[in-house]
């Protein structure tokens, strides 16, 4: 593995959680701002399972919120994530990318996996 190659995916990752983190503080705030737009009527309004069709509108976008955190992690670990060829355990995150970049070694097996 080419250190070039830890080093892209790395700053990849760093900044495909910058914008995932922006993407999950701008749905929160979505959430907010929507639930004060939703109409007054929506309150009283019984709809299902005895919530108010408020509450209803507002757990649906809660739960679509949830649904971009554990996708959004799901997809940025598959597509940054780099795997020891030697133990086959991920070297990306913590301080295995950094231990990887500066000794050239896997962080839980020891074995070198950097090439010159
Ligand atoms: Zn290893």
Known sequence: MKKDIIIAKQCGLQRAFFWYL??????GLLVVALSFIL???WKEEVSCFGMSRHQVAV???IASIMVIVFGGV???GRRYDLKCPKCGRSIQGGF???LAITTGKCGHCGETIVEE
């Open 96 to 98: 295995y990318s950094g």
């Open 39 to 41: 109409p007054d009527s």
């Open 74 to 76: 799901f997809i940025i």
């Open 22 to 27: 922006v993407a999950v503080m701008a749905a």
């Open 59 to 61: 757990n649906v976008m």
